[in-house]
């Protein structure tokens, strides 16, 4: 379990964090959204230890971070950051994926058989170098190594950017099976379609403060909170508020589709009554 309590962080030029509470559940897929420089990715860097607030309080499963170490921390949680390059520190595909599994595990056995299954889920060659790799492999090969560990909670900073869709959805698809398995998942994110599709809650951040926190369908639907963050809404969500009565409860093609036959069969059967008022009358 994750608990901010009044937290609040400062580099030194001002307030980047203000008064930040929430609490985030065992096995929740919270996404954070909001413009860049609103403060994502210090919030994350605040949860898993690597900065401290300046006043308030981050709690992770009872250990608070200003008094655990961030090695301890970091047994409970996978980072990934913004940029790959700042994780991967090995010459070949294996020993990145191992440098984390060793550090976990003993269990030499249990080792091979997740660098294994990692390979192959993630369809990498062991041999491969990291740095030959394209940008969007380089993301999912840090990704591979915190997902082969199968931490209790994993962060991550924009996970799919720079990702086609079909990348996007690949790599969505393996944490939320890790996420299925229990696995606490936070994450930044600046595609609205990815979130909709797979956060179940979502937190606005504006100006380092959190302007809303709700349930994903209900969040899209707040269009003040989300201008005031510079987020625009997925685009059928768009379309859905602007064709107004009937379309509150759409979100995807199949509920679009529904209310269009909804809307045309009510303007079928007012037309029939009219018509028929029209003879009788
Ligand atoms: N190491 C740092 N030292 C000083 N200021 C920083 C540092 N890192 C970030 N900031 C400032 O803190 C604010 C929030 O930055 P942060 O990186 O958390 O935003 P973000 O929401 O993740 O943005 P983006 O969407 O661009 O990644 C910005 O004004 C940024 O310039
Ligand atoms: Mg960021």
Request: proline fraction near 2%.
């Amino acid at each position: 379990m994750v608990n901010l309590q009044n937290v609040f962080f400062d580099y030194g030029e001002g307030e980047t964090l203000k008064n930040i509470s929430c609490r985030i559940d065992k096995g929740e897929f919270v996404a954070i959204v909001g413009a860049n420089g609103a403060g994502k990715t210090t919030l994350c860097k605040l949860l898993n230890g690597l900065l401290k607030p300046s006043s308030g309080s981050v709690v992770i499963n009872s250990m608070d971070t200003r008094t655990t170490k961030t090695s301890a921390l970091a047994k409970s949680i996978g980072f990934l950051f913004q940029n790959p390059d700042r994780q991967i520190c090995k010459n070949t595909v294996r020993e990145e994926i191992l440098f984390g599994l060793e550090l976990a595990f003993k269990d030499k056995g249990l080792i091979e058989e997740r660098l294994k299954n990692t390979l192959s889920t993630f369809g990498f060659q062991g041999d491969s170098n990291p740095f030959n790799l394209s940008r969007g492999e380089r993301q999912r090969l840090a990704l591979a190594s915190l997902i082969a560990v199968e931490p209790e909670i994993l962060i991550l900073d924009e996970p799919t950017t720079g990702f086609d869709y079909m990348e996007a959805m690949k790599t969505m698809g393996t944490i939320k099976e890790l996420n299925d398995k229990g696995a606490t998942v936070i994450m930044i994110c600046h595609d609205m379609e990815v979130v909709l599709d797979f956060a179940e809650r979502v937190l606005v951040l504006a100006e380092g403060t959190i302007i809303a926190d709700g349930q994903t369908r209900e969040i899209f639907r707040k269009e003040e909170a989300l201008e005031q963050a510079s987020v625009l809404p997925p685009q059928l969500v768009q379309l859905a508020l602007r064709l107004g009565e009937g379309f509150e409860d759409v979100f995807s093609v199949d509920e679009m589709a529904s209310a269009i036959i909804n809307r045309m069969n009510k303007e079928r059967t007012f037309e029939h009554e009219r018509f028929s008022g029209l003879c009788t009358g």
